[in-house]
């Protein structure tokens, strides 16, 4: 199980790398994910990313009971809403897939809204 929350980690980390750079994904979103699965196969690896200089101001805060910063709870609820708002208009042409991934995306969206926010803006770190 330890090598499945890895290797899951690891695609998740990777994913909220790229997205520091390429807007279209969300990077906190994804590195929470990794953290989760590193938090129960790889002390080592949580440590990393929270420690990482890159990668940690996303987490910390939400990590220490702060909360997510504001700028990154809007920015993650427009790259979900960007990214399926084009699937379910120009790639999907199945309405119960379009109506599963507009629900997800309000889920997703209303979960990430009503965490509570951090104070400061994670550029301030």
Not at 15 to 44: E, H, W
Not at 104 to 117: D, F, L, M, P, Q
């Amino acid at each position: 199980m330890k090598i499945i929350l890895m290797t899951i980690g690891t695609i998740s980390l990777g994913l909220g790398a790229v997205g520091i750079v390429l807007p279209i994904l969300p990077t906190t979103p994804f590195i929470l994910l990794s953290l989760a699965c590193y938090m129960r196969s790889s002390d080592k690896l949580y440590h990393f990313v929270l420690s990482n200089k890159y990668l940690g101001p996303y987490v910390k805060d939400y990590v220490s009971g702060q909360g997510i910063p504001l700028k990154a709870k809007k920015r993650a609820i427009f790259l979900i809403w960007l990214t399926i708002g084009f699937s379910t208009v120009f790639v999907i042409d199945k309405i119960l897939i379009r109506g599963m991934l507009l629900i997800i995306a309000g889920g997703v969206t209303a979960y990430i809204w009503t965490r509570k926010s951090a104070e400061r803006n994670i550029n301030e770190h």
